[in-house]
């Protein structure tokens, strides 16, 4: 099994995402899609995101599967082998659960690292 994304977001990231002070500066919806077109589009969402230099990604991935209930809940389980495989994993700084107004437990943002200077050119 490929090894998860770090998490390296400090105190004060924690804080203001509990609290809804950030907001995503994108967003792509899971839902309707097939365990196969969904993989396809995060990693087509992350590149897009790594490219643009974007440093938060809502992940609407629906509520996670409740007890008993063997066929939800997929997709959002799975995100975590998706991103661990990713070409993207390493510019991965951390994933949470959204805030209430993002989607709360159906949601999970993805905070992505800048890129360094010397990758931007500068």
């Known amino acids: 099994m490929a090894k998860p994304p770090a998490d390296t977001l400090d105190g004060g990231w924690d804080r203001r995402l509990r609290r809804g002070m950030v907001a995503p500066d994108r967003s792509i919806d899971l839902h309707g899609h097939t365990l196969l077109t969904a993989h396809a589009a995060l990693e087509s969402a992350l590149a897009r995101a790594v490219a643009d230099d974007i440093r938060m990604l809502l ?4 509520k996670p599967p ?20 990713s070409p ?9 659960v959204a805030h209430p107004r993002h989607g709360g437990a159906g949601a999970l943002y993805l905070i992505l690292r800048r890129r360094r200077e010397e990758e931007r050119g500068g």
């Open 59 to 62: 992940v609407v991935t629906g």
């Open 66 to 85: 409740r007890a008993g209930e063997a066929r939800r809940g997929l997709i959002r389980a799975s995100i975590g082998e998706w991103l661990s495989v």
């Open 88 to 96: 993207h994993r390493g510019r991965i700084a951390a994933v949470r």
